[in-house]
C-alpha cells in the first residue's frame, strides 16, 4: 500500500477515528476531548495539504474496496474534489475551537463533538468519491451523523425540527438510490471521469437519461436547498450555532451542490447535458430559488432564519454556475462554493456570538451591538458585504465570473437575476449593518454578560479568521495559490478533453 | 479423513447433545449452552474452510443412496446461514445468561432444540426430513413464548401452536402427494423427475399454502406480532430473526429447484403480491404501534414481505439470491439487536409503552446506539447489509424492469425509516428527570450483545464480498 | 357470511383434493423395490423397521428428539403436578398384579418381533407407558421421587441412539453407517433404550406438568 | 366405477377436509385440536393408500409411506400432548377455553 493508496482512507479516518474515540471517552474529561479534537482537526489539514500539493503535482490518488461485483468504494482525489476537502477541513478546525467555546456547559458534549467529527468525515468521504456508489453511501451517512446534531439541544422543537429534516432528507435519498439504481442497470457502474462518462449512451436513451436527470437532482435538491425542497433548513436553525454554521452553510448544503456539480460535469458531461436540454431548466430552477432565497429573507425577524434564507439563495449560484454552459460560468460557480462558505460560516460564528453573548436572536434587537462586540460585528460586516458582491471581497468575484459567464453564454437573463439577486441581499443585510453600528444600543447592562464567559476567545477567533480569509480570496484572487486559480485549474479541466 | 459433510451435520448433533445434558442437570444450563456454542466453532469452521474450496459439501446418512437414504448437504449459501444463526446463538446466548440468571432453567434445552431443528433444516435435502427439522423448530419456538407464562404469552402462543402445527400438517400432505406422484422425496431426485401434473399442483400449492402460514407472510401474520411481543426478549429475537426465516427458505428451495420446471410466472406474480402487501401492511401497523416491541414485530412481518417481494427475480437474475440471503441475514441480525435492545429497555423501565420512554432512552446510552445501528440496516441505509440487499435486489429488478418491486423496495424503506426514527428520537428527548422514574441498570453484558449484533448488522454491509463469494459457492439457487 | 366463505372453502377445497388424488399414477416407480434390493442389507426382515430403524434412520433420531422436546416444552409450561397418593384399595392391586406382567411381556415381545413382522419401539413404548400409568394412578410411582433418575430414563433413548449416529463417524464411516453385519444388534440397542424414554414420556405427558419436586 | 382404492383416497380428502374446516370455524379450543389429528389422520390415510397402488394387490405394500406414518404419528402424538398442556395453562390462567377475537389486532 504506497502512499498513494494511504492517504485518502487516511484523511477519512482521521476524522472518523476521533468521533468513535470520543464517543467512548466519558462525559467529564473535557480537557482530553478538547485535545482529541484539536489534534484529529489538525492532523486532517495536515494530510490534506499534502493531497493539495501531489493533486497540483498530477498526481494520482487512488483506493479502492471492493463490496461485490459492480459495487467498489473507490476514493480519488481530483481537482475538484480536494477542493471541497480543503474547504471543509480548514473550516472543521475553526468549527471545532468554535465549538468548544460555544458549547462550554452544556451536557452531552461527547456525543455532540462525536457526531461531529463522524459528519465531517462523511463530508470528506463524499467529497473524495470516486463512484456514483461511494458518494450515495457517505451522502446517506451524511444525513444519519447530521441528524443527532440537528436534535442536539432535545425537547419538542428539536424533535420538530429533526422529523421534518429527517422526511426531506430521507425521501432525497431513496430519490437519488432509484436514480442511481437506474443508471447503473443503464451504463453499468459509473464512475466520475472528467469530462463526463455518458457520452457514448446520450443517443438511444435520450428520454430515460433525462428522467434519471430529475431524479439525480431532486435527490440532490433537497440537501442543495433547491426551492421546493428547502423547507428543512430554515426549520434546521433550532440547532446549536456550530451546528448550523458548518452543517448548514458548509457540510449538508455543500453536500448538494457538490452533488450537482458532479452530475453535470463528471457523470452527464457538459456537453451530454446540453444537448439532452437539462441545463436550460436546471438555470431557470437555480434562478427562481435564488430570487425566492433572498425575498424571504427580507421577511425574518430573526437572524438565524435570515441567514438560512439567504443560504439556500447563496447556494443556487453555484448551480447556476454549472447550469450555463461555458467555462468561465463554470469557474464562477465552482469557486461560489468555497467562498460562499467562507463567507456564510462568518455570519452563523457572528450570529451564534450575538445569541451566546448578548441574548439576541433578533435582528430588531441588533442596536448598538457593533459597540458591544467590535470584533464579532467587523466580521460579520466583512461577511455580509461580502455576500452582496463588494468589489474586493470574495462574493465579488464569484458573481463578477458569474455574470461574465452569462453573457458569453448568450444568457442575459442570468445577469438580470444576478443583479436583482445582489439587490435584495443588499436590502436584508444593510439594515443589520445600520442597526448593529449606527444606532445606539439601550441597556448598557448587556456589556458585562459578555465579559463573565471564559473561553470568549474561542468565540471571536474563528469568525475573524474567517473574515480575514473572506479578504483574502476576494483581494489576492489572482495570487497562485487562492481558489480562484483552483476553480480555474478545474474548470479547464472539464472543458478540455 | 471423515466423510465429507461431517462437519455439517456436528453442528445439528452438538445442540442435541447439549440439549440433553442441560435437561439433565438444568441448573448449569447456561454454561452448558455457552460451551455447546463456543465448541460449535469448529465444525462450523471446518464446514467453511471444505466449502470455500470444494463447493458443495454432501453426505449420505447411513451410507444410503438417495432417494432410498436421506442426504444432507451443504453449499455456499446453507454454511452463509448456518454462520448466521451460530452468530446470532452466540449473542442471544450471552443475552440469556444474564436475562435468565436463576429463572426458567428449562429455557437452555429448548433453545438447543431450536438451534439443532433451525441447523438440521437448512442442511436437509429431503421433504419429509424438512417436515420433522420444522417440527423440531415449531414445537421449541412455541415453548419458549410460551415461556412467561402470562396471559398474553399464553394466548399468543396458543394461536401460534394452532397455525403452526396445521400449516405443518399442509406441508405434510403436500410431501405425501409429491410422493405418490413422483415416487420419491428426496430434493435433487425430484428436481429431475418432476414433470407437470395436476397432483403436482396440487402438492406444491398446498406445501406453499402451509409454509406461508408458518412464514407469517401477509395473510396469515396475524399470529406474529402477538407472538413475538409477548415472548421473552431473547426468545422474540430468536423467532422473528430465525425461526420464520426457516419456512421461507424452504419455500424458495421448492419454487427455485425442485418444483422449477412447474412453478409459472403468474404463481411467482401472486406470491410477490402478498410479499409486498406485507411490506406495506407492516409498515403501516408499525407506525401506529404504541408499544415497543410489538413495533418491532410488525417491523418483523414487513421486513419477511421484502424476501417474498423478491423471490420472482431470481428466476433470471443469478445476484438476486445473494440479495435475497444478504437482507435475510442483516435483517437477523439488526432484528436480534433491535429485540434485545428492547429487552435492556423492558429491564430497566419495566414497561415498553414508546409514549413513557422519553426519561429512560437517554440513560441506556449503548442500547441507543445498538437501536440506532439495527436501525440504520432494517431501514437499508449505506453502509449497512441492509441497503447492500436491497441495492442489489433494486439493480436487478430494474434490469428486469418490474418497477413494482424496484419502487415497493424504495417505499419500504422509507416507511421503515418513520418507524425506526420514532424510536431513535426517543434518544435524544433530553429530558432525563430521574424523579418518580423505576430505572435499573440493565447488566453490561446484555447492552453490549445488542451492540455487537447490531454492528455485525452494519458491517455485512461493508465486508460483503466474503459473504457475496461464499454465496455464490457450490451452484446457486437460480433454476 | 364468513361461514358460507368457508364452507365454500371447503367444498372446493375437497374436491380439488380428491380429483388430484384420483388422478395419481399408479406405476411402480417408488421406492419399494429399492427397499427390498437393499433388506437383507439392513440386519431386519421387516422392511418398515428397516426404512424406519436404517435407511432413514436420522427422521427417527430427530423424532425421538421431537418426543422428549414436547416433554421440555409440557414441563416448561405445564403447571406443577403432585404424584396421586398411594392407594391400597383391594381391586386396583388385583387389577396391577393381574395386568402389569402382560404389559411387561407384551412390550417385550413387541420389540423384538419388530425385526421381521410389525411391530418396534414405538408399539413397545406404548405398552409400557400403559402399564406405568397403572401404576402411577395406583400411587406407585417411585421414579417421580428421584428426579435425576427419571430424567436420565427420559433422555436414555435419545443418547443411545446419538451414541451410536457419531460411533461410526469415527472410524472414517458416514453418521449412522452401522457396520453391516452388526446392524441387527444395533437396531436392537437402539429400539430398547428407545422403548425405556418413549414409556416414561408418554407417562410424563400424561401427567400434564413438571412433577412437583418431593420437597417443595 | 370406484375401486376401494380410490374410495380410500376419496376418505383420505374427505378427512384433511372435514379436519380444515373444524379447525377454522370451531372457537373450542379443544374442537381445534381434535380438528388437527382429524386432518393428520386423513393424511395418514392418504398416506397408507398409496402404499398398495389401486390394481396391483399382489405386491407387498411400500414400506416408505408407511414408514412415514409411523414417524407422523409420533409427531403428532408429541404436538397434540404439547398442545394439550398448553391448553390446560391457558385454561388455568384465563378460565377459558376459547381464543377471543377481540383482543386480536389486524
Not at chain 2, 9 to 29: E, K
Not at chain 2, 32 to 49: M, S, T
Not at chain 4, 32 to 49: D, E, Q
Request: with cysteine; charged share 10%.
Amino acid at each position: 500500500m504506497n502512499d498513494l493508496q494511504i492517504l485518502l482512507p487516511l484523511i477519512l479516518f482521521s476524522s472518523f477515528f476521533t468521533g468513535v474515540i470520543i464517543f467512548f471517552l466519558g462525559e467529564g474529561n473535557h480537557r482530553s476531548r478538547t485535545v482529541l479534537n484539536l489534534l484529529g482537526a489538525v492532523l486532517k489539514i495536515l494530510l490534506v495539504l499534502q493531497l493539495l500539493d501531489g493533486v497540483y503535482h498530477q498526481q494520482v490518488y487512488q483506493s479502492q474496496l471492493v463490496l461485490a461485483p459492480g459495487i467498489e468504494i473507490v476514493l480519488t482525489a481530483d481537482a475538484l474534489s480536494v477542493f471541497f476537502v480543503t474547504l471543509s477541513a480548514f473550516l472543521w478546525l475553526l468549527t471545532t475551537v468554535y465549538a468548544i467555546g460555544y458549547l462550554e456547559q452544556s451536557p452531552h458534549r461527547s456525543r455532540f463533538f462525536g457526531f461531529f467529527s463522524i459528519c465531517v468525515s462523511a463530508t470528506t468521504g463524499l467529497a473524495l468519491a470516486g463512484n456514483l456508489i461511494t458518494f450515495l453511501l457517505f451522502y446517506e451517512l451524511l444525513t444519519l451523523s447530521t441528524y443527532p446534531l440537528v436534535v442536539h439541544k432535545g425537547g419538542a422543537r428539536a424533535l420538530r425540527a429533526g422529523r421534518i429534516y429527517l422526511r426531506y432528507t430521507l425521501a432525497g435519498g431513496a430519490v437519488l438510490l432509484f436514480g442511481i439504481a437506474w443508471l447503473q442497470n443503464l451504463a453499468g457502474p459509473i464512475s466520475f471521469t472528467e469530462g463526463g462518462a455518458l457520452s457514448p449512451l446520450a443517443e438511444n436513451h435520450r428520454w430515460e437519461l433525462q428522467m434519471i436527470f430529475v431524479l439525480l437532482i431532486l435527490g440532490l435538491g433537497v440537501k442543495a436547498a433547491i426551492v421546493p425542497l428547502h423547507g428543512w433548513l430554515p426549520n434546521a436553525m433550532v440547532a446549536p450555532a456550530p451546528v448550523s454554521s458548518l452543517l448548514h452553510a458548509v457540510a449538508v448544503v455543500k453536500a448538494g451542490a457538490f452533488g450537482v456539480v458532479r452530475m453535470v460535469y463528471e457523470v452527464y458531461g457538459i456537453d451530454v447535458a446540453r444537448d439532452l436540454n437539462l441545463l436550460h431548466p436546471l438555470a431557470i430552477v437555480a434562478s427562481i430559488t435564488i430570487v425566492y432565497g433572498s425575498i424571504k429573507a427580507l421577511f425574518q425577524d430573526e437572524l438565524k432564519k435570515r441567514l438560512a434564507y439567504s443560504t439556500v439563495s447563496q447556494v443556487s449560484y453555484i448551480v447556476l454556475g454549472t447550469a450555463i454552459f461555458g467555462p468561465v460560468a463554470t469557474i464562477g460557480g465552482i469557486v461560489h462554493l468555497f467562498h460562499q462558505g467562507i463567507m456564510k460560516i462568518t455570519l452563523f460564528f457572528a450570529a451564534g456570538n450575538y445569541a451566546e453573548g448578548l441574548g439576541i436572536h433578533r435582528v430588531s434587537q441588533m442596536d448598538g451591538v457593533g459597540r458591544k462586540m467590535p470584533w464579532t460585528t467587523l466580521s460579520f460586516s466583512i461577511g455580509a458585504l461580502g455576500m452582496i458582491g463588494l468589489p474586493p471581497l470574495a462574493g465579488y468575484v464569484s458573481k463578477w465570473y458569474l455574470q461574465k459567464g452569462g453573457i458569453e453564454g448568450d444568457e442575459a437573463w442570468i445577469s438580470l437575476v444576478l443583479s436583482m439577486s445582489s439587490l435584495l441581499n443588499a436590502a436584508y443585510f444593510l439594515p443589520i449593518l445600520y442597526r448593529a453600528w449606527f444606532k445606539t444600543g439601550t441597556e448598557e447592562t448587556e456589556r458585562s454578560r459578555k465579559r463573565r464567559r471564559p473561553a470568549w476567545w474561542m468565540l471571536v477567533l474563528p469568525p475573524v479568521t474567517t473574515a480575514l480569509f473572506v479578504v483574502y480570496a476576494g483581494a489576492f484572487a489572482e495570487t497562485p495559490y487562492s481558489p480562484l486559480q483552483w476553480a480555474k485549474m478545474i474548470a479547464d479541466r472539464e472543458y478540455t478533453p | 479423513m471423515p466423510e465429507p459433510g461431517t462437519d455439517a451435520l456436528w453442528l445439528v448433533l452438538i445442540p442435541l447433545i447439549t440439549a440433553l445434558v442441560s435437561f439433565l442437570l438444568p441448573t448449569r444450563g447456561g454454561t452448558l449452552a455457552a460451551c455447546a456454542v463456543v465448541v460449535a466453532a469448529w465444525p462450523l469452521a471446518r464446514l467453511l474452510h471444505a466449502v470455500w474450496h470444494t463447493g458443495t459439501v454432501s453426505q449420505h446418512l447411513g451410507g444410503w443412496q438417495p432417494p432410498l437414504g436421506i442426504q444432507v448437504s451443504a453449499n455456499g449459501s446453507d454454511t452463509f446461514l448456518l454462520m448466521i444463526v451460530w452468530l446470532i446463538g452466540l449473542g442471544v446466548t450471552i443475552y440469556a445468561f444474564h436475562y435468565f440468571r436463576k429463572k426458567s432453567e428449562l429455557f437452555w434445552p429448548l433453545w438447543m432444540f431450536l438451534w439443532a431443528g433451525l441447523n438440521a433444516l437448512i442442511i436437509s435435502d429431503d421433504l419429509f426430513n424438512l417436515y420433522v427439522t420444522m417440527e423440531l423448530v415449531g414445537l421449541a419456538a412455541v415453548a419458549l413464548t410460551a415461556l412467561t407464562g402470562r396471559a398474553e404469552a399464553l394466548r399468543a402462543a396458543m394461536r401460534y401452536t394452532i397455525i403452526s402445527l396445521t400449516g405443518s400438517l399442509l406441508y405434510l400432505m403436500g410431501v405425501a402427494m409429491t410422493y405418490a406422484a413422483y415416487g420419491s422425496v428426496d430434493m435433487e431426485t425430484l428436481s429431475t423427475t418432476i414433470k407437470p401434473h395436476p397432483a403436482g399442483y396440487t402438492a406444491l400449492g398446498l406445501m406453499t399454502v402451509g409454509l406461508i402460514a408458518k412464514a407469517a407472510l401477509f395473510p396469515c401474520h396475524v399470529w406474529l406480532p402477538p407472538a413475538h411481543a409477548n415472548a421473552p426478549a431473547p426468545v422474540s429475537a430468536l423467532l422473528s430473526a430465525l425461526v420464520i426465516k426457516g419456512p421461507f427458505l424452504i419455500l424458495a428451495q421448492l419454487w427455485l429447484q425442485v418444483y422449477s420446471k412447474i412453478v409459472t410466472p403468474e404463481a411467482f406474480a401472486v406470491i410477490s403480491f402478498l410479499g409486498g402487501a406485507a411490506v406495506l401492511w407492516g409498515a403501516t401497523q408499525a407506525i401506529v404501534q404504541q408499544r415497543l416491541k410489538r413495533l418491532i414485530a410488525y417491523s418483523t412481518v414487513a421486513q419477511l414481505g421484502y424476501l417474498f417481494l423478491a423471490l420472482p427475480l431470481t428466476a433470471s437474475h443469478p445476484d438476486a439470491w445473494s440479495g435475497i440471503l444478504i437482507l435475510l441475514a442483516a435483517h437477523a441480525l439488526a432484528k436480534t439487536a433491535l429485540f434485545l435492545a428492547a429487552g435492556n429497555v423492558l429491564h430497566a423501565a419495566g414497561h415498553d409503552t414508546l409514549a413513557e420512554l422519553k426519561t429512560i432512552m437517554p440513560r441506556l446510552p449503548v442500547t441507543a446506539f445498538a437501536v440506532a445501528l439495527a436501525g440504520v440496516s432494517i431501514i437499508g441505509l449505506p453502509p449497512s447489509g441492509g441497503f447492500l440487499g436491497k441495492w442489489l435486489l433494486i439493480v436487478s429488478a430494474l434490469d428486469r424492469n418490474a418497477l413494482g418491486i424496484a419502487l415497493l423496495l424504495v417505499i419500504g424503506s422509507l416507511l421503515a425509516a418513520i418507524y425506526i426514527f420514532r424510536i431513535i428520537a426517543l434518544a435524544f428527548s433530553g429530558e432525563e428527570s430521574t424523579k418518580g422514574v423505576r430505572f435499573h441498570q440493565p447488566p453490561r453484558s446484555m447492552e453490549w450483545a445488542a451492540f455487537v449484533l447490531a454492528f455485525f448488522a452494519v458491517l455485512l454491509g461493508l465486508a460483503s464480498n466474503a459473504p457475496l463469494h461464499l454465496i455464490s459457492m457450490g451452484g446457486r439457487m437460480a433454476p | 357470511m364468513s361461514k358460507w366463505l368457508t364452507r365454500l372453502f371447503c367444498l372446493s377445497l375437497f374436491v380439488g383434493l380428491s380429483l388430484a388424488l384420483l388422478q395419481l399414477p399408479n406405476d411402480d416407480a417408488r421406492l419399494s423395490p429399492a427397499v427390498t434390493r437393499q433388506l437383507d442389507a439392513s440386519g431386519v426382515s421387516n422392511p418398515v423397521t428397516a426404512v424406519l430403524l436404517n435407511f432413514r434412520s436420522y427422521d427417527t433420531l430427530l423424532e425421538i428428539a421431537v418426543l422428549l422436546l414436547a416433554l421440555v416444552g409440557a414441563w416448561a409450561i405445564g403447571q406443577p403436578r403432585t404424584a396421586p397418593a398411594t392407594l391400597d384399595d383391594a381391586p386396583l392391586l388385583i387389577v396391577l398384579r393381574l395386568f402389569l406382567p402382560p404389559i411387561i411381556l407384551g412390550a417385550a415381545y413387541f420389540l423384538w418381533v419388530g425385526a421381521s413382522a410389525p411391530g418396534g419401539a414405538f408399539q413397545g413404548g406404548a405398552i409400557l407407558a400403559g402399564g406405568l400409568i397403572l401404576l402411577l394412578l395406583g400411587g406407585r410411582s417411585p421414579w417421580l421421587r428421584r428426579p435425576l433418575l427419571h430424567r436420565f430414563l427420559l433422555i436414555l433413548g435419545l443418547t443411545i441412539f446419538l451414541m451410536l449416529t457419531v460411533l461410526p463417524s469415527f472410524s472414517g464411516h458416514a453418521f449412522l453407517q452401522y457396520p453391516p453385519e452388526e446392524a441387527k444388534i444395533w437396531i436392537l440397542m437402539i429400539e430398547s433404550a428407545a422403548l425405556i424414554s418413549i414409556a416414561f414420556t408418554l407417562t410424563a405427558l400424561f401427567l400434564g406438568g413438571p412433577p412437583r419436586s418431593p420437597n417443595s | 366405477m370406484i375401486s376401494s382404492e380410490q374410495l380410500y383416497l376419496i376418505a383420505a380428502a374427505a378427512l384433511v377436509t372435514i379436519g380444515f374446516y373444524a379447525i377454522g370455524r370451531s372457537p373450542n379450543l379443544m374442537r381445534k385440536l381434535l380438528g388437527i389429528n382429524v386432518l393428520g389422520n386423513g393424511i395418514f390415510l392418504f398416506l397408507i393408500s398409496v402404499a398398495r397402488p389401486p390394481g396391483k394387490s399382489d405386491q407387498s405394500p411400500d414400506p416408505v409411506p408407511q414408514a412415514m406414518v409411523l414417524t407422523g404419528i409420533v409427531v403428532a402424538v408429541c404436538a397434540t400432548a404439547f398442545a394439550l398442556t398448553l391448553v390446560d395453562r391457558y385454561r388455568a390462567a384465563t378460565g377459558r377455553l376459547t381464543l377471543t377475537e377481540t383482543d386480536d389486532y389486524a
